[in-house]
């Protein structure tokens, strides 16, 4: 803006217009100056300020005018501040990053969030740790509504520190409400579990859930059918049936697994106890996992006990019990039934993992497959079921008890019966699948 001059006439030495470099352009419309283009006469300047924004769209702290040149005016903008955050469990390391929208306020810009996180303490809002692990509006962006994101960590059984924080993307770039307002920092903590442990007690299809990328797979197969007992004299001659055979067990360690891969889980049936003493109990079913047709664990069923005829016991991961034998009159001689076996021991025809029939092959992990108990005779007890679900065999005139469910517990030998009957041994314990996700 110039200043007024004074044109000193008579050869006085004033300034005239000519020596001057002010417009009447450059004067505040209203004001009088002589300038470069007012011929040495006092002229009107013509420059208007015609500014109309007001303190709330210019940042806080910065300065402007509007249409009075005297007078500053600072702004007062920030930027909008989330009204929450928190972070949710959703399977193994993912999470589930939540935050609630501002509600919308003159001055007060919302784009969206920016999150980061760290292991060691919550990261500040300018901090490089995970440099903004995301920055986006999530699924909502109604004001005051909920908004979401899926995020997986990099790792099982760690605590990890959140920092959230609202920014607004501008012609000059993004600015945060940190600068604006500390208190619009919000943090959360969580800590992701694991491994997770799956149980497929029934065929299925099952399908690999985000968040993981290896798994260990312990299967057992469906435990054999106890054998029958039977009396073959009307005197005393009585035989118990065999013990079954538990379902055998195996571990596959370490798969690489992806979201979204479907494993086929079948679960095998245990075999059937109703044989006759003749004849030998059901054979337990195969348990397996298979991903596009290639087989990726597999455990085969126990061996039935072998009825009265035999009554030796059977083979499987855990071997059953044999059967208890009576035979008073020709041969003063009592033998009760044995207990079936469990953890791999006894006889057995490629017995459990490493000699163990304990969750994929681990000490102190639930025991399974446990051999079912001989039938017993009169004057005889039976054998009781091998730890790990295997069915106790039958007392005199009695069935033998079924394996437990998804066990692969062997059944256990029918007792000794009346003269002409048979007590059929126990059904065997279905097979189990056991998925230890990474």
Known sequence: MAKNVNIVGGGGGGVGSD???????????????VTSDSNDEPGTGTLELTGNAVAAHVLTGESFYTTDPKNKIVGTMTVNSILSFNVAAYSGRRVLLKWQNPYAAP????????????TGGYPAWNASAWDAIYAGAGDNVTPGGWSQVFMDLPALNTTYYFTCFGYATTSFGEIYSPVYDPSSVKNAVYTTVGPSLVTIAGTQDYVIPDGFTSADIFCVGGGGGGGTGYRFTKEAYQQGGGGAGSGYT????????TAGQVLNCIVGAGGSGQAGYKYTGGRGGSTSVAR???????ADGGYGGKGASSGSNASGGSSGGAGGYNDLDSNPYIRAGEGGKSDGGGWSNTPGQGRTTRAFGEGGNTLYAGGGGGGGVSRGNPGAGGAGGGGAGGAHNGTGNAGAANTGGGGGGGGGASYGNEMYGGTGGSGVILIRLK
């Open 250 to 257: 195996n571990t596959a360690y370490n798969i690489g697994v």
């Open 107 to 118: 001055g007060k810009p919302y784009c969206g969030v920016m999150i980061k996180a760290s």
């Open 19 to 33: 020596e001057l470099t002010s417009l009447l352009s450059d004067v505040v419309k209203g004001k009088t100056a």
């Open 292 to 298: 596009n047709g290639v087989i990726l664990c597999n």
